[in-house]
């Protein structure tokens, strides 16, 4: 049974930094094709893809974190990160990751079958 665990999300204010974390467990990082990302949900609003990553490493990236944030994974730990930069308070939210395997619209959450509980992110000035 695969399970995401995502930490790391706090209250920070404009301009600050933040790093999320997601382990997943239950899933091999060896599979063949799969994609990881992170997805956000703003108070109120729908939720929306933040970033993405394939097996190769490719990156996918919304417009509106472009050159702020920098999604990565590390194998040998089963891990996903979210190092977020420059945050601004439309960044608040609730941060999740999830998984896709075989080929994927990184922006369709409806292809993503597996997500972690998420994390929450504040923003103030």
């Known amino acids: 049974q695969v399970q995401l665990t995502e930490s790391g999300g706090g209250s920070v204010q404009i301009g600050g930094s933040l790093k999320l974390s997601c382990i997943v467990s239950?899933?091999?990082?060896?599979?063949?094709?799969?994609?990881l990302a992170w997805f956000r949900q703003a108070p109120g609003k729908e939720r929306e893809a933040v970033a993405a990553i394939r097996e190769d490493n490719g990156a996918s990236y919304a417009a509106f974190v472009q050159g702020r944030f920098i999604i990565s994974k590390v194998s040998a730990s089963n891990s996903l990160y979210l190092q977020m930069s420059s945050l601004r308070p439309d960044d608040t939210g609730t941060y999740y990751c999830a998984l896709a395997r075989g080929f994927t619209d990184w922006e369709r959450e409806d292809d993503f079958t597996d997500w972690g509980q998420g994390t929450q992110v504040s923003v103030s000035s």
């Open positions: 239950g899933f091999e990082f060896t599979y063949s094709q799969f994609t």
